[in-house]
Structure formats: structure tokens, C-alpha cells
């Protein structure tokens, strides 16, 4: 294994215990519910949730450690953060221990899409840029089937079997920061601070000596041109800042996280039993998988508007046809079949391109602090909607839910057809350029 894909799998890392820590709550969400007697709100707002508000929070301040300590430093913290999440939510024997330890997780979950993408996209070769950095995602649906393959195994084990589902995560979490210390610095953030001798050993490392003097010299004239205190809402960042709001946002509001948080109550709700409906889940994460594996290896031949493009058609398609089920009762394979449409479209487009998109799309100087206002607004997203899925499905009913999330997708491809720029095969200095001169 070359130096750069083992550098680019372990940060990517992160992204496995990500996945693992927002599905992995699904095997528990009616257990705990039934163990502690909560309403439906409290269950979905605080129980259920305070991981995704911890993610805001990370999400919303990592940018400051991520900048300030490094890529890698960060991503060791991510690590520790996650174990005393496995610890102490596991061990938690009351609703409030048990959010408060969710909550800590939660801050390592928003931390990691700034910090891994960011690591892997400024070690990154352009031509394979969007591949390496979308290990992350790949990573990210392989701990949500080990989730749900976990949740599906673990589930008989008695009353306190969401105990071993929450606790298991102790032992990626320890893997993960152990393999940590072993990688180096991210070399563009070393030259952001003033260490150029040690950045241009890493690179004359990665690349060949004509690549990696290429790359330096273009990274040394980009900082020359870089004022330490500007701000991502400088004026001529907007568009930028505008593709990373609509790119995160319309990744929530496809209803992509309330269907992994939820997934086998949505299924019992259709009339499928818990055991099938646990089942399914794994079939879910499966189907996630492939066609997460389909993306990254087509991001870098087709671009990341091709790509969009499938997975809103998708979107509209699958959801349409979840919303029709429930309104018309179907019954029996139909739901599941859609449900799996649904995940590949998102796996295949928006799952696959929005950490390698918001990571590829700010300038060096404030790549940390723009991944931060970008993820922010994906996890802020993520905590409002699905708090309150076990309140609109008792409300309004999970048709209407569904109906709400095809209608945001139609934007969404208005969005790609009229504003989202390619940013395939472009260096990060370039691609900079291209952008911040569009006002």
C-alpha cells in the first residue's frame, strides 16, 4: 500500500466511526424509549438526538482546532471523543447520563467532516482527488452496515442488549487513534505555518520530484497571496459559501438521516416486523455500500455534476414512490425495494460528493473555517429534521413526510443544472481562483 492511500484510508477512518455512531442509535431508539417511558418529543429531541446537536457543535467549532492545532492533532481528539462516547452512553442507566455521552460523540461526528476530508484533500494528486477523499464517505457506510449488522446480531442478548449495540464502538474508536499517530501533518497546512521544510519533505515523499515541485511552488505563490485574517463571508467568497450551504443543506433535505436514524420504525410502520424490519435495515446498509463504491470509483471519470444529476433523478423517483406506498397501503417487498432505490441514489450522488465537495471548493487559508460554516449547516439540518420524524409520522403521517423530501429534490436539481460549478482535475490553488473570481 503506497504511502498516500494509507495516510488517505486512516484519516478516513473518521468516517467509519461516524457512521457507526449516528446509525447505530436505530437498534436502540424503541428500547430505550420503552425502558425510560419518555414522550415522543423528549425521546426524539434529547434521546435521539443530542448525538446530532453534539455534531453541530463540533461541527460549528471545529474549524478553530482544525486550523489551529492541525489536521491530524484534531483527528486524534476525534478519536478519544468517541471512546468516552462508546463508555459512557453505554453504561448510562438514566436518559439525561445517557444524552450527555451521545453529546460527546456527536462533537467527534461533526469534527471528523472537517477535519479527515480536509487532511486527505491537501495530500491528494488532482486526478484522484475526489476518490481518495471520498474514502471518508466510503467509510462512513461501511460503519453504517457494521451498525446494522451489530444492532441485527446483538438484539437478542435481553433487555439490556442496546448496552453491547452502543458500547461495541470502543473498540474501531481505540484502533482508529492509535493509527492516527502514525501518519504525518497535512503538508498544505504546514506551509500555512510557516514549517515549509518539513511540508516539502511529505510531498517529495507523495509524489515525483517534477510533480512535487510543480506543487510546491504553486502552493508557495498561493500563499503569498494570503491575508491570515479574512473571512469566509468576505465578499468575494459568496459564491463559494453559497455552493457549500445548498450542497449540505439539500443533502438533509432529501431525508437521508431521518431514514438511517429511524429506519426499522419507518419499516414497522409499514407493517413489517421488528425482526424483518432490523433485517431490512442490514439490507439498507448493504445497498449503501455498493453504490457508495459505485460513486467514489466514477467521481474523478464523470465528475461531480454527473453524478448529482443520477442521484436527484433517483431522489425524486424512489421518494415519489415511498410517499405512494404509504398514502396507498402497500404492503409486502414494495417499500423496502424503493427504500433501497432511494439509498443508492443518495449513495451514488450526493453521498459520494459532498465531503470531497466542500473540502475541495475553499481556499487553503480558510479551507478549515469553510468546511466548518458547510458541515455546520449539513448537521444542523440533520439534528432539526430528525427530531421530529416521531412527531410528524404520528401527525401528519409518514406520506406527507416523504412527499415534503421528493418536492426538495426537484430543487435540487434545479441546483445542479443552473449553479454548480465541475470541479474535477483542478488543483486546489486553481479551482480557488476559478471560484472566488465568480461574483
Known sequence: MSKLLKWSFTAALAGFLFGFDTVVISGADQKLQTLWNTTDIFHGAVVMSMALWGTVFGAVFGGFPTKKIGRKNTLLWI??????????????????????????????????????????????????????????????????????????????????????????????????????????????????????????????????????????????????????????????????????????????????????????????????????????????????????????????????????????????????LISISFFLEWEGIFLPLFFFLFIASHAIGQGAIIWVYISEIFPNNIRSYGQSFGVSTHWILAAIIPSFIPFLFGFIGPGFVFSFFALMMVFQLLFVHFIMPETKGISLEDLSKKLIKIE
Open 79 to 320: 478519536g478519544i471523543f468517541f471512546s468516552i462516547s462508546a463508555i459512557g452512553s453505554a453504561l448510562a442507566n438514566d436518559p439525561i447520563t445517557f444524552a450527555i455521552f451521545r453529546f460527546v460523540g456527536g462533537i467527534g461526528v461533526g469534527i471528523s467532516g472537517i477535519a479527515a476530508p480536509a487532511y486527505i484533500s491537501e495530500i491528494a494528486p488532482q486526478k484522484n482527488r475526489g476518490k481518495l477523499v471520498g474514502l471518508y464517505q466510503f467509510s462512513i457506510v461501511i460503519g453504517i452496515l457494521i451498525a446494522f449488522i451489530s444492532n441485527y446480531l446483538l438484539s437478542g442478548l435481553g433487555e439490556n442488549d442496546w448496552r453491547f449495540m452502543i458500547g461495541v464502538e470502543l473498540i474501531p474508536a481505540l484502533i482508529f487513534t492509535f493509527l492516527v499517530i502514525s501518519i504525518p501533518k497535512s503538508p498544505r497546512w504546514l506551509f500555512l505555518n510557516n514549517r515549509q521544510s518539513e511540508a516539502e519533505k511529505i510531498i517529495r515523499s507523495l509524489y515525483s520530484t517534477k510533480e512535487a515541485e510543480g506543487l510546491i511552488l504553486d502552493i508557495t505563490k498561493d500563499n503569498q497571496n494570503i491575508t491570515s485574517s479574512e473571512s469566509i463571508f468576505n465578499k468575494k467568497y459568496s459564491f463559494i459559501v453559497m455552493l457549500a450551504f445548498l450542497i449540505a443543506a439539500f443533502n438533509q433535505l432529501s431525508g437521508i438521516n431521518a431514514f438511517l436514524y429511524y429506519a426499522p420504525r419507518i419499516f414497522e410502520e409499514a407493517g413489517l416486523g421488528e425482526s424483518i424490519a432490523l433485517l431490512n435495515s442490514v439490507g439498507i446498509g448493504l445497498t449503501n455500500v455498493i453504490f457508495t463504491y459505485v460513486g467514489i470509483n466514477l467521481i474523478d471519470r464523470l465528475g461531480r455534476r454527473t453524478l448529482m444529476y443520477i442521484g436527484s433523478f433517483g431522489y425524486i423517483v424512489s421518494l415519489s
